[in-house]
């Protein structure tokens, strides 16, 4: 089973259902969640709890490692009053016992009101979704990252970055540079960019890590075009970095140092409202000699922007 097996949710309607791809949203409803992220936002860096997810658990079923992911959503259900259940790794359940894939699903959807869901297998998400509707539960389900297909938290709280940093999302001009190929949050990131008018994408492509053709084919409204690395730079308001996704095995070549932002280079190109962004982790494509410039958000703003973002999917989907 894969997306195109599984009616998604109406997008006037979706937030009382799962958050599988990008392909949910529409420009109507990434707004309407960026007014309840801010004020969710205005809460966090507050330290006000809220008492919205108080009797109600939320399963972090985590098949890959994470960082940001995982903690932001841990930090997001407690934030909310919500009880945390850390299911990380097949070893510390009865899935090393040979449980089978929707059993163990099925347990988990009767313990828990949500399932943040991240699995190495682009269909499972779909799969995981099926199990739970056979088994008549009404979980919820986030996709916390599918293989090398989507992220589709990671694309939203990059947007809200974007325009917490008073950039407009019509008419944005964004660099893509690195692994677009495996890049799942490149894919989420088009899919949300999609939504709006005017959008220029420009392409730094890694030879062999090229974005697939179909981007291209199914997202009309973006402008695509390809230039050199200095180049887009110069040209672009956000310059977006992404490593190689080396844990992806179709990945068989990776990110040079010929596309790696230098202080140098980044202070020779960079405007008072350039954004310099990263979905992290990092594996030498910024030197950490740009970290301080103002212009970067990798290591505040987008972790933070995390947090509120996802407070407000996990509100909206247990039923604000």
Excluded at 41 to 52: M, Q, T, V
Excluded at 65 to 74: A, E, G, I, M, V
Excluded at 126 to 139: H, N, R, S, V
Excluded at 176 to 200: F, M, P, Q, W
């Amino acid at each position: 089973m894969n997306r195109s097996d599984l009616a998604l949710p109406i997008k006037e309607n979706f937030f009382r259902k799962h958050i599988l791809t990008m392909d949910q949203f529409d420009r109507l409803s990434i707004e309407r969640l960026f007014v309840i992220a801010t004020a969710q936002l205005e809460n966090f860096l507050g330290h006000r709890a809220s008492n919205h997810l108080v009797g109600k658990a939320v399963n972090l079923y985590f098949r890959e490692p994470s960082t940001r992911t995982l903690l932001s959503f841990q930090r997001a259900t407690t934030q909310l009053g919500g009880a945390i259940q850390i299911d990380f790794g097949a070893e510390h359940s009865s899935d090393a016992k040979g449980e089978s894939f929707d059993d163990g699903l099925v347990m988990r959807g009767l313990y828990a009101d949500t399932i943040v869901f991240r699995h190495h297998d682009p269909n499972a998400i779909y799969l995981a979704a099926a199990a739970l509707a056979q088994a008549g539960l009404e979980t919820r389900l986030i996709n916390a990252g599918n293989g090398g297909d989507e992220h589709p938290t990671q694309a939203l709280l990059d947007l809200f970055t974007i325009r917490r940093r008073r950039l407009p999302l019509g008419g944005l001009k964004i660099a893509l540079i690195g692994d677009l190929k495996a890049g799942r949050t490149i894919h989420s990131l088009l899919r949300a960019l999609a939504c709006y008018d005017n959008v220029e994408v420009t392409l730094v492509e890694v030879p062999g890590l090229e974005l697939p053709v179909e981007f291209g084919q199914t997202l009309p409204t973006l402008e695509f075009r390809q230039t050199t690395f200095e180049e887009a730079l110069a040209s672009n308001q956000v310059w977006y970095f992404t490593r190689t996704q080396k844990e992806r095995a179709e990945v068989g070549c990776q990110v040079g140092s010929d596309f790696r932002l230098t202080r140098e280079v980044a202070e020779k190109h960079a405007g008072p409202k350039t954004l310099i962004m990263h979905p992290l982790p990092r594996v030498g494509e910024i030197d950490p000699a740009v970290d301080a410039m103002p212009q970067t958000t990798y290591l505040w703003d987008q972790p933070v922007s995390g947090v509120a973002v996802r407070m407000a999917l996990l509100s909206l989907i247990n039923g604000e």
